[in-house]
């Protein structure tokens, strides 16, 4: 089993930039992918960033690019989104993922977070 927890939501305004983060634990962290995705409402769940061990396998969704930056400190178990340049738009509950294997923008993963909202006025 492995227990996500989500932190660092918030109220900003549109341009300014918020940092999430979620630590891990059980199971050995670095074997994971990790995804954040969010979701609004009315909105289905939808892939924003993800990363497994590797320093070259990140991933980004087009309307993110550019704007967050996914990062994960394995000695910490904690996996990181750093985003910038927010607008009303990105407003939603974020959530964060784990799963075997490789990063899969659909939400087939193993295990999840309980969310946290982050909502960008304009």
């Known amino acids: 089993q492995v227990q996500l927890v989500e932190s660092g939501g918030g109220l900003v305004q549109a341009g300014g930039s918020l940092r999430l983060s979620c630590a891990a634990s059980?199971?050995?962290?670095?074997?994971?992918?990790m995804g954040w995705f969010r979701q609004a409402p009315g909105k289905e769940r939808e892939f924003v960033a993800g990363?497994?061990?590797?320093?070259?396998?990140?991933y980004y969704a087009d309307s993110v690019k550019g704007r967050f930056t996914i990062s994960r400190d394995n000695a910490k178990n904690t996996v990181y989104l750093q985003m910038s340049s927010l607008k009303p738009e990105d407003t939603a509950v974020y959530y964060c993922?784990?799963?075997?294997?490789?990063?899969?923008?659909?939400?087939?993963?193993?295990?999840w977070g309980q969310g946290t909202q982050v909502t960008v006025s304009a």
């Open positions: 993922a784990a799963r075997t294997g490789v990063v899969t923008t659909s939400i087939d993963y193993d295990y």
């Open positions: 059980g199971r050995t962290f670095s074997n994971y992918a």
């Open positions: 990363k497994t061990w590797s320093p070259f396998s990140t």
